[in-house]
């Protein structure tokens, strides 16, 4: 069979591209073996990529034996956890696509045979999968792995205790060396954030599409790691091998498999965001009501952070992905589709080894929550469709007064200086994948709330993203966005909102038909830079903020 990478190689008039793969390192026998990108998101900015050159360099040991030769090079990282609540987190939802864009430009502009992908956070797990199903080639994505958690005396810590302490200590209930404690016993080195947060959601996701190796549930700095890698080489001979290609394993069935598998470890909402965009790369129908009917299906089973008690490292150590994908085959809920393994994902659920005894991911009859957690709210404050993560004890009907902010600062100093009301609806808005720019996670409002004791006693609404909070009704992902004259831009305070879980509704109960005829749209806050390009590409959050044209769909 012709591999791709031939036209770069192959032949007298290549010559010149022979010569500087030369320099590179390559040889005569490498000319005549796939040519396979490592996209790395490697990075020194945080705990959650800083660790992926060495596992890059077992990646790459291990293609070398398989038969292969593997050419790295670095994509680019935004953390989350490190912009959060500032001017810099309105670049991390761009950051995705930039992702995912720079993996197409580099694999396509020398005309790779394979890729595999190396990703530990928020956005690279899920840029990384897009540019996977864009390219259509063999292909794997490898998850760097979770962190530890921290331990403070007994407790043990996540980043999200981070930013509730600092609600708490904006509350006064917590003095400065308290803080300082948490502050520095809650990462203790290399790994995503440790709860079933955004990174590890993905990682599921990765997972129980079956573009990941099972082995991602590993933590970071685990021993096994190494030897999980040396399994990448011939799994991708493989793939290239049978000419199985990313879009051959990401379909219609695999994408239902993974939000299965969110909503049974009760993933974090962004899940939403990212597998609405990857369906679109891979050019599957799938909706935000898709997601929602699924959701009425599948209990809550894993007990994790930031609702429950476990972390990932938790669940690795109960059975893992593996377990996961056992639990929903148990449910009668698994699609027997293809993974990079070269087994099928029911098949990776047999060769589960659940510990014995583990109380991490619960069977069926002790499940945490009979239907799942996320549920798809419309209605005439969200026309398009918005994303409510039920809490552990969901208030089925809400009716408060709005208490309306065009920014997160603006909420954030409301929080601070005490002025939010117990019953009222929250209102963030002009966060939008185009208003922001950028769909900012509003971690350190939702924290500050929660530290000041009213989780429970408010619901959250915004065009922006939410995601994480341990209790409490946030409803994000509001569409159409403020910036582009969706309702939510034509609120004021003290409408009237309501929200009906049960018939997944969310309503202004006020006519803004009025307000809309005076409605102008606002200043851009950026008018160059990647900023403002995203602000003119981007989608709605319904079709997953993302910047390419869709194509017609089909049904795979």
């Known amino acids: 069979m012709p591999r791709r990478s031939e036209t770069i190689t192959a032949g007298p008039d290549r010559a010149a591209a022979r010569a500087m793969l030369r320099a590179a390192g390559m040889s005569d026998a490498d000319f005549a073996k796939p040519m396979v990108a490592i996209a790395n998101t490697w990075t020194e900015i945080g705990p959650c990529n800083m660790h ?146 955004t990174a590890n959601t993905m990682s599921t996701v990765g997972a129980m599409l079956g573009i990941s190796p099972m082995s991602n549930s590993l933590p970071a700095t685990a021993r096994e790691r190494q030897a999980a890698m040396d399994e990448v080489g011939p799994m991708l001979m493989q793939l290239i091998a049978s000419g199985r290609s990313a879009r051959k394993i990401i379909t219609r069935q695999s994408i239902e498999n993974a939000i299965r598998g969110v909503i049974l470890t009760g993933g974090s909402t962004n899940a939403v965001l990212h597998v609405m965009a990857i369906a679109a790369e891979a050019n599957i129908d799938f909706t935000i009501d898709d997601i929602d009917q699924l959701s009425r299906e599948i209990p809550v089973l894993a007990d994790l952070k930031p609702t429950g008690r476990f972390t990932a490292v938790d669940m690795d150590a109960a059975g893992g992905m ?107 808005r002009y966060e939008g994948p185009a208003g922001g720019p950028g769909m900012r996670e509003m971690l350190g409002v939702t924290a500050a709330i929660i530290g000041a004791g009213l989780g429970d006693k408010v619901v959250l609404v915004t065009d922006g993203r939410f995601s994480g909070a341990t209790h409490g ?55 160059t830079g990647v900023l403002a390009k995203y602000a003119a590409l981007v989608s709605s959050a319904s079709l997953g903020a993302i910047t390419t044209p869709r194509l017609p769909v089909q049904n795979t």
């Open 52 to 197: 992926l050159r060495e596992q890059a360099e077992w990646l790459k040991a291990s293609l070398r034996k398989a038969g292969a030769v593997p050419l790295e090079f670095n994509t680019i990282v935004v953390s989350d956890g490190i912009s959060m609540g500032t001017e810099g987190m309105r670049h991390s939802l761009v950051s995705r696509e930039a992702i995912c864009d720079s993996i197409e430009l580099v694999v396509n502009g020398h005309q790779f045979d394979a890729v595999i992908a190396i990703s530990g956070c928020d956005k690279t797990v899920a840029g990384t999968i897009q540019a996977l199903a864009r390219l259509d080639l063999p292909s794997i994505m490898i998850y760097g792995g979770s962190i530890h958690p921290g331990h403070l005396g007994e407790r043990a810590l996540t980043i999200q205790d981070v930013f509730e302490a600092v609600g708490t200590y904006n509350s006064g209930k917590m003095d400065d060396a308290q803080l300082r404690a948490i502050e520095c016993a809650a990462c203790p080195g290399a790994g995503a954030c440790g709860g079933q947060f």
């Open 322 to 428: 593996r377990l996961v994908a056992k639990r929903l085959e148990a449910l009668g809920k698994l699609h027997d589709c293809p993974t990079v393994s070269g087994k099928t994902i029911r098949e990776e659920a047999r060769d589960c080894q659940e510990t014995a005894g583990q109380v991490v991911i619960r069977t069926p009859d002790q499940a945490l929550a009979k239907q799942g957690h996320l549920a798809i709210l419309r209605g005439s404050l969200a026309p398009e469709g918005c994303v409510l993560k039920l809490p552990k004890e969901p208030i089925q009907h809400f009716r408060g007064p709005a208490q309306v902010f065009d920014s997160e600062e603006a909420c954030f100093a409301a929080v601070k200086s005490g002025l939010i009301r117990a019953g009222s609806v929250v209102v963030i």
């Open 473 to 527: 009704m946030m409803i994000g992902h509001v569409s159409p966005e403020a910036a582009r004259g969706g309702p939510i831009g034509l609120i004021q305070d003290g409408d009237l909102v309501e929200i009906d879980v049960d018939n997944r509704q969310l309503n202004v109960l006020t006519d803004l038909s009025g307000r809309a005829e005076n409605w102008q749209p606002p200043t851009p806050k950026y008018r």
